[in-house]
C-alpha cells in the first residue's frame, strides 16, 4: 500500500511539473545574453527613414554633403525670390528682428532687399555686381531713405557696401547675401578646422523651418572674438532635406549659447522665376 501511494505522489508530481514547464512564457525560456561591459555605453544611431536620400550621408559625412549643396546649386539655381529674416549682434548690441522681401540672381550678383519690418535706415538697397562704383573704385549699392520725409527730396543715395553705415547696419554686406555665400563660408571655416586638425561639426538630428523639413547641423570652431580666425564658436545649420539648401543658420559666442551673433532665415521660396535687369533698377532707370 505504502509502495502503490508513493507511486501515485512522484506520478502527481511529474504531471504538474510538465504543466508548469509547458506554461512558461517565450522570455523565460530563451538564453540569457552575457554582454560585453563596455557596451554599456555604446549607442546606436537610428537609421534614417524610407525616403530619406542623403540620410546616410549627413550623418556620416556631413561635410561632403555640404559640398554636393555647393554643387546642387551651382548646376540647378540661377535665381530666386524670398522672405528673409535676421537678428544680429552689432557693435556690442543686438538689433531687433529685420524682415526683408529679396529678389535674388546668381549672374551677374544682383540683390534687391525691401524692409518690411523694422527698417532702420534703409527702405530698399539694390546691388549688382560691377554696375555701380566710387570714385576709388569701391562697390556700391543704390539705398533708399526708411523716412518718408527724406524719400520726398531723394529717391536714393549711393552707399558703399562696405562704408561705415553698412558696418553698423549688419554683420554681413549685401554681397555676401545669398544661398551659395553660405554653403562657401560655412565649408571654408570646416576646411580651415580640418586644417588644423579640429574639426567638430555633426549631425544632430531632424527638424523644421516653417514646413519645410530639414537637417540639423552643429560646427564648433575656437572662436576668440569678431577679430579671430572664426567667426562664432557654436553655428547650427537646418540644411532642407529636398534643396539642400541652408534655410536657417544661427551662430553664438559661447557653448550655452547665451550670446547670440547672428540668426538668419529663410523661408517662401521660389526658384528660378526669371528674373530680369529690371528687377534691380533704381527709381527711373
Not at 511539473?17 to 555604446?42: C, F, M, T, V
Not at 532635406?241 to 517662401?268: H, N
Request: glycine share 8%.
Amino acid at each position: 500500500m505504502r509502495a502503490a501511494v508513493g507511486l501515485l505522489l512522484v506520478i502527481g508530481f511529474f504531471v504538474q511539473y510538465r504543466q508548469l514547464s509547458a506554461g512558461k512564457s517565450p522570455q523565460s525560456e530563451a538564453p540569457s545574453l552575457k554582454l560585453d561591459p563596455s557596451a554599456a555605453y555604446a549607442t546606436i544611431e537610428n537609421p534614417p527613414p524610407v525616403g530619406d536620400p542623403y540620410g546616410l550621408m549627413v550623418r556620416s559625412d556631413p561635410l561632403g554633403l555640404l559640398r554636393v549643396a555647393q554643387e546642387r546649386y551651382d548646376r540647378t539655381v540661377h535665381d530666386y525670390v524670398c522672405t528673409f529674416s535676421r537678428q544680429e549682434l552689432v557693435g556690442g548690441r543686438l538689433m531687433p528682428e529685420q524682415v526683408t522681401l529679396v529678389k535674388f540672381r546668381e549672374q551677374p550678383l544682383s540683390v534687391n532687399m525691401l524692409w518690411v519690418k523694422n527698417a532702420d535706415r534703409a527702405q530698399r538697397a539694390i546691388y549688382v555686381e560691377g554696375r555701380w562704383t566710387g570714385n576709388n573704385g569701391e562697390k556700391l549699392a543704390a539705398v533708399e531713405p526708411a523716412g518718408a520725409i527724406a524719400r520726398l527730396f531723394v529717391d536714393d543715395v549711393m552707399r558703399p557696401i562696405d562704408g561705415p553705415d553698412a558696418k553698423k547696419a549688419s554683420r554681413r554686406r549685401i554681397d555676401q547675401f545669398g544661398f551659395a555665400n553660405s554653403l562657401r563660408l560655412i565649408v571654408k571655416y570646416c576646411d580651415l578646422s580640418a586644417k588644423h586638425n579640429e574639426l567638430d561639426l555633426k549631425y544632430v538630428g531632424d527638424s523644421a523651418v516653417g514646413e519645410r523639413a530639414t537637417y540639423v547641423i552643429e560646427r564648433r570652431s575656437a572662436y576668440t572674438g569678431d577679430e579671430g580666425v572664426y567667426p562664432d564658436h557654436l553655428l547650427i545649420v537646418h540644411l532642407d532635406k529636398e534643396s539642400l539648401l541652408p534655410m536657417c543658420c544661427i551662430s553664438y559666442a559661447d557653448e550655452a549659447k547665451t550670446k547670440l551673433l547672428g540668426r538668419y532665415v529663410i523661408t517662401d521660396v521660389k526658384f528660378n522665376v526669371g528674373l530680369t535687369d529690371g528687377d534691380f533698377a533704381r527709381k527711373g532707370e
